[in-house]
């Protein structure tokens, strides 16, 4: 079965930094293509970033763009996301997400559509 599972969430003050990993097992980690999405109170789901199968492109949502950076190690079966100067308008779930590299949600980076999603690790910024 496949299991993702994150971890690194916390408090953290504006400003500050976290780094979030997640756990990969279960499938062939490298033949997919994989991302992280976030979900605050009372707002739909955000893609904030993703990952090519091979870790050489990445898409960041705008809001994220100088402050967050995916990575990925393919030796590990783990995905990881950098956080720095933190916002209080960062504060969400985040949730590490999965998709087969052949698919076109994979191509289109289209994250909150990914197939597989772990359960979450709580950021809070304050």
């Known amino acids: 079965d496949v299991q993702l599972v994150e971890s690194g969430g916390g408090l953290v003050q504006p400003g500050g930094s976290l780094r979030l990993s997640c756990a990969a097992s279960?499938?062939?980690?490298?033949?997919?293509?994989m991302g992280w999405f976030r979900q605050a109170p009372g707002k739909e789901r955000e893609g904030v970033a993703g990952?090519?199968?091979?870790?050489?492109?990445?898409y960041k949502v705008d809001s994220v763009k100088g402050r967050f950076t995916i990575s990925r190690d393919n030796a590990k079966n783990t995905l990881y996301l950098q956080m720095n100067t933190l916002k209080p308008e960062d504060t969400a779930m985040y949730y590490c997400?999965?998709?087969?590299?052949?698919?076109?949600?994979?191509?289109?980076?289209?994250?909150?559509?990914?197939?597989?999603r772990g359960q979450g690790t709580q950021v809070t910024v304050s």
């Open positions: 279960g499938y062939t980690f490298s033949s997919y293509c």
């Open positions: 997400a999965a998709e087969w590299a052949g698919s076109s949600s994979c191509r289109q980076a289209n994250i909150v559509k990914y197939h597989y």
């Open positions: 990952i090519n199968s091979a870790g050489d492109s990445t």
